[in-house]
């Protein structure tokens, strides 16, 4: 099965910088994108970075200029460079993948996979 393991979250100071990765495994035929969300408390999920096949990228107009998302196809894996982060950036980051695996009789199958989490605190 297909599994996101993502590394990297940790306490920064305003104004500091953070990279997290994720790596991608499992019965995986090709990626069609991967990315980054992210849940404050109290608030709902949402869109941080997406990256897909073709290159094309899309952020959250909140971090547009100081985040940077990234893809090393050959490693399946996904990158975010967070730079001059705030403590509004403070959450649970979450990565996500869209992926097709191979299944019997020659068939393959669409699937959208989250990781499990990693928390970033943004403080003094």
């Known amino acids: 099965q297909v599994q996101l393991v993502e590394s990297g979250g940790g306490l920064v100071q305003p104004g500091g910088s953070l990279s997290l990765s994720c790596a991608a495994s499992?019965?995986?035929?090709?990626?069609?994108?991967m990315g980054w969300y992210r849940q404050a408390p109290g608030k709902q999920r949402e869109l941080v970075a997406r990256?897909?096949?073709?290159?094309?990228?899309n952020y959250a107009d909140s971090v547009k200029g100081r985040f940077t998302i990234s893809r090393d196809n050959s490693k399946n894996m996904v990158y975010l460079q967070m730079n001059s982060l705030k403590p509004e950036d403070t959450g649970v980051y979450y990565c996500?993948?869209?992926?097709?695996?191979?299944?019997?009789?020659?068939?393959?199958?669409?699937?959208?996979?989250w990781g499990q989490g990693t928390l970033v605190t943004v403080s003094s």
């Open positions: 996500w993948a869209a992926v097709i695996i191979r299944v019997q009789f020659g068939n393959s199958k669409y699937l959208e996979v």
């Open positions: 499992g019965n995986i035929f090709s990626i069609n994108g």
């Open positions: 990256i897909y096949s073709d290159g094309s990228t």
